[in-house]
């Protein structure tokens, strides 16, 4: 090696150390501020549950075993937890079911807004972009506004002769999935509208000149090159809806519990942090698989269209 070649690779090396010294600062902030409580929570879930609150600094596995077991108080058996099997299904199935939901109604939404001329565009997106203006709370007491014995839609169905009686729509899955779609239905049309709005409509007239029908034309061209928009959005709502807390509260009741209130049951009435840790450590697992399944499909959607 010359000592040209020499000097120039210990200026590198100098500007690479400089680098992670300019750095280290924001990295000990995202450590410290991110990822230690994370460790905190899941040291938790490994100690043993104090009588009134807090943790007794000796390892137990008992709030792991409490996740998905339950020991009966009277003949010491063993048997699976229903109730927190129960509501991780609800908290899935309703999760799932939002995702779709808001899948159904913003495609079309992010489409036609994609569709518009420009300088209608950023009207449309203005008006998407109004509810994140407004707290979550209000915009669910908003919703309960609506759907409640007394609320909007029971009145103008008594009004004009459909039902003769209120329909009992609150306190019910279908209000949680209500309440959640229609809080997070701009997180599903956003990263739509942005894949939506890179897209090639040349390719689409190509389409309907092969004499191509508009589902084909859907199926074969614009859903696959719109897909990591599809897949970002779904991210985007499956992860905050399967930590709802909220919207469950408000909607639905005290007998349709989601993950989010059962974790906030256990450190505040149930004062079993280790079982909240171990239940909170849950969730983060299964937000990790879907982002997996989101990096996954993005590099494998980026390499098909490389």
């Not at 300019?22 to 929570?41: C, E, H, K």
């Not at 950023?122 to 007491?141: D, K």
């Not at 999935?177 to 942005?194: D, E, Q, S, W």
């Not at 992860?239 to 909220?246: N, W």
Request: charged share 15%; hydrophobic share 50%.
């Amino acid at each position: 090696m010359t000592p040209q070649q020499q000097l120039i690779e210990d200026e590198g090396r100098r500007e690479v150390r400089n680098r992670w010294l300019l750095s280290a600062p924001a990295l000990a902030i995202v450590f410290f501020a991110a990822t230690g409580p994370l460790l905190i929570v899941l040291l938790y879930s490994f100690l043993a549950k104090a009588p009134y609150g807090d943790v007794i600094w000796r390892l137990d596995p008992t709030a792991w075993f409490s996740v998905f077991l339950e020991r009966d108080i009277f003949d010491d058996t063993l048997s699976i937890a229903d109730a927190h099997l129960s509501i991780l299904w609800r908290s899935l199935r309703l999760s799932l079911a939002t995702t779709i939901v808001t899948l159904i109604f913003g495609f079309p939404t992010a489409y036609f807004i994609a569709t518009r001329r420009q300088s209608t565009r950023e009207i449309w997106l203005f008006l998407i972009t109004i509810p994140f203006w407004t707290n979550l709370l209000i915009r669910t007491f908003a919703m309960l506004e609506v759907i409640r014995n007394e609320g909007l839609i029971n009145t103008m169905l008594i009004k004009l002769g459909v039902i003769t009686s209120p329909i009992q729509m609150l306190f019910t899955d279908g209000a949680i999935l209500a309440g959640m779609v229609y809080v997070y239905l701009p997180l599903m049309v956003l990263p739509l509208y942005a894949s939506m709005e890179k897209l090639d409509f040349r390719l689409v007239e190509a389409g309907y000149d092969l004499y191509a029908t508009p589902f084909q034309v859907l199926r074969r061209i614009i859903i696959p090159l719109v897909k990591p928009g599809m897949i970002a959005g779904s991210i985007l709502v499956f992860i905050p809806s399967l930590g709802a807390y909220v919207t469950p509260s408000v909607l639905g009741g005290g007998k349709n519990l989601m993950l989010g209130n059962l974790i906030e049951m256990q450190f505040g009435q149930g004062r079993n942090w280790p079982l909240g840790s171990a239940l909170s450590v849950t969730m983060m697992a299964i937000v990790m698989v879907a982002l997996l399944f989101y990096v996954r499909n993005a590099g494998a959607g980026n390499r098909s269209h490389g």
